[in-house]
C-alpha cells in the first residue's frame, strides 16, 4: 500500500494501470468513467448486482493513490448525527456541573467552551471535508438505496458545495473536494437528481477472459486447469435462469475453497458439495445440485476441448 | 441552425474528428450537442448541463480510439442502466458512415415488395423517429396506403388487440372515477427507523435538552423527546388482465391511478401470459391519458392467464426493486390459473415471503355461494394475509379503509379454507 499521496492519473490507460497495480482488472468502460470522475471533480455513482466489486473500487483508489478512505455505511434512518456530526453530551454535561461546582456561572463563556471542538465528535460526511496533508480524502458512501429520500435530498445538498454548517460553530468547507464514490445494489431507484450530479456507471459481471485474469491474480497458486473449469463453469451458470447468479465475489470464494480441497479439477461430487459457496438461494442449488453439477461439468469440458 | 452554444464552442471547430468518419468536416461539438438533441427525442432525458460535461469530458479525454470516445458520452449521458440499450443504438446510428443511414431512409420510404424488411433491433424504432422527424411528417399524407410492419411478432395465444374501454355505459364510468376519487386513503403509516422530535416519544433527544438547558445556563435540565416518525409503505400492484377479469380491469386501473396520485410511492404490474411494468404510464395526471399509455404499452390483453409464470417473472426481476422498505402488495386476479401446478405454490410463496402485506383481490368473491374449491384458488390462498372481493365501489371503500391499520378479520383468507376443508 503506498503511503505517499499521487496525482491523479492523466489518461484512461494511466487510469487502468494504476487500478492494475492493486490487483483490480477493470474493463476499459469503468476505467474510463473513474478517469472522468477524477479529472473533473464528479462524484462516481456505481451500480450492479451484489458482487461485483463496487465497494472494492473505492478501496483501490486509496490505497494506489495514497488517500485516507473515509467509509459511510448507509443505512435505513441514517441522519445528520449519525453521518456529519454529533455533540459529546456526557462531557458537555459533565463540564456544565464542573463549572458549576467551581463557581464559574458565566453563561456565555460556558457556553463557548461547551460547544468548541473538544467536545464535536467528527462523522465520516465531516471528516471529508476536514483539510487533509495528503491531499483529498476518499469518501465512499456505501449502499446508499438503504436509506431514505431525506437522506438523499441532505446528501445531494453536501455533494453541491461540500460544506456543511454547524450551527453552533459555523460553516466548514471544503479546501479540496474529496472523490467521492457513492455504490448502489439498486433495491430502490435513487432519485434522479442525485444521479445527475454525478458519473454513472453499471458495473456488469466480467467476460471469461477478465475473470480468469481476476482468478488468477487474486488466488494465487491455482491449478491452471481448475481455473479455466472454474471460470467456465460459472460463466455458464450465469447463463442459466437462477434467482441470483454468483458475483466475482462468489468466484474467488469458489476458487479458493476448491484450493483448500486440494481439487484439481471440477468433478461433480465436491461441485455438489461446495454449491453453497456460489449460490446463496435453495431453490437454485436445489436444482444444481447433483445431475444438474454433472451435466453443466461436461458441458464446460467440451466447450474448453473444443477451444483448443 | 443557429445554435445559442456556437460561439463558446469555437475552439473545437477546426480540430479534426474521425469519429464521425472521412471528409465529414471537423465540426465535432456541433455534433456532439446534435447527439444529445436525438438522445433528448429517444427519452434519455439530457439536459444543457449534461451537454457542457460532455464537451469537458471530450476534451479531457481526448478523442482517440472509437471506444473511448463511445464510453466517454456513456459515461456523461445515460444515468440509468435502461438507457444503455437506446445509447448504443442511437451511437451507432449517429455515428456511423453515410450508407447506414441512407438505409435507414430508404426503409422509411415506400418500396416495392420485394421481401420483408429484417426487423430492427428494439430501441432503433425510438432512435429512428427522433432522428427523423422532420422526414416523417413530410411524409406522412402517402403512409396512409403503405403500412410498414416491422415491430410485431404474433405469438399463438397473445392477442395483439388494444383493450377496448368502452363497455361500461359512459355515464356509469364517469360516476365511478369520480367516485374513486373521491375515496379518502386513510393512510397505512408504517414505523420507521427515523426519530423526530415527539413530546410523548421515549427515547431522550439530547440535543434538543442541552440547547434548552444552556439557554437556562446549565442550571437545570429540561428533557426533550424523540419517537419514531412515521410514513407510508409503498404499494405493488399486480393486476391480472386475462379474458376473465376484463370488466374489472379498466375500473381498477382507474384506481391504482388514483392511488398513485395520492401516494408517492405505487409501481403497478399488469399481467396475463406476460408481465408489463406500466408504473411510468400511470403516473400521467389526467386519467384517460394515462390509461391510454397503458394499453398502448401492453400487448396480450383478455388473453389467457399464466399466474406462476407472470409472479416467476415479477419475482426475478422486479421483487428486489419495488419491495424493499415494507411494501405492501395488492394481487388483483380471480385465480383461475390454466394448469396450476407446484411452481405457483412456490412463487406465491416467495412473492410472500418478500413483501410485508399480501392482500389478494378477487372479483369472484362477488357471488354469494363462493367456495374455494377450484384447485388455482386453493393453491394461492394459504400464501396470502387477505382476502376481499372487489367488485364494485363498495368493495373499493373496504379496500381503502382495510389499507389503514383497522384492517380487522374481516379479510381473513382461513376462514375460505375451512369451509372447503
Known sequence: MTTAARPIPDSIDATLHLLGEADYLADRSLATVLFLALRMGRPIFLEGEA?????????????????????????????????????????????????????????????HDVFSDRFLIKRPLLQALEPDTAGAPVLLIDELDRTDEAFEAFLLEVLADFQVTIPELGTVKAAHPPIVVITSNRTREIHDALKRRCLYHWVGYPNAERELAIVRTKVPGIGKKLSQEIVH?????????????????????????????????????TVSDTLGVLLKYQDDIARLEGSGAKELIEQVRAELRAAE | MADPLAPSLSGFAGRPSPASGGGEGGRLADNIVHFARALRAAGIPVGPGAVLDALEAVQAA???????????????????????????????????????????????????????????????TRVQDALFADLQDKLKPEEREIELDTTYTVSDRELLQKKDFAQMTAAEIAAARLAIKRMVLSLDEVKTRRLAADRRGHIIDMRRTLRASMKAGGAFIDLKYLGLKTKLPPVVALLDISGSMSDYTRL??????AITDARKRVHTFLFGTRLTNVTRALKARDPDEALSLCSASVLDWSGGTRIATSLHAFNKSWARRVLGQGAIVLLITDGLERDPDDRLAFEIDRLHRSCRRLIWLNPLLRFEGFEAKAKGIQTILPHVDEFRPIHNLDSMAELTRALSAQGGHAGDPKQWLRRVA
Open chain 1, 51 to 111: 458482487g461485483v466489486g463496487k465497494t472494492e473500487i473505492a478501496k483501490v483508489l486509496s490505497s494506489t493513490l495514497g488517500r485516507r478512505l473515509i467509509r459511510l455505511q448507509c443505512y435505513e434512518g441514517l441522519d445528520v448525527a449519525a453521518a456529519v456530526y454529533e455533540w459529546n453530551y456526557a462531557e458537555q454535561m459533565i463540564a456544565i456541573r464542573l463549572a458549576e461546582a467551581e463557581g464559574n456561572i458565566d453563561r456565555d463563556r460556558l457556553s
Open chain 1, 233 to 269: 463453469f460459472v460463466q455458464a451458470l450465469r447463463k442459466q435462469d437462477l434467482f441470483k447468479a454468483p458475483g466475482v465475489a462468489e468466484t474467488l470464494d469458489w476458487a479458493s475453497a476448491l484450493t483448500e480441497l486440494d481439487a484439481v479439477a471440477l468433478d461433480p461430487a
Open chain 2, 62 to 124: 481526448g478523442v482517440g480510439a472509437k471506444d473511448d470516445f463511445y464510453w466517454t458520452l456513456h459515461a456523461v449521458f445515460v444515468k440509468r442502466h435502461e438507457q444503455s440499450i437506446v445509447f448504443e443504438q442511437a451511437f451507432r446510428i449517429f455515428f456511423r458512415k453515410r450508407g447506414y443511414l441512407d438505409q435507414l431512409m430508404a426503409m422509411m420510404l415506400p418500396q416495392a415488395p420485394g421481401g420483408p424488411p429484417p426487423p430492427p433491433p428494439p430501441a432503433a
Open chain 2, 252 to 257: 381498477f386501473l382507474h384506481f391504482l391511478h
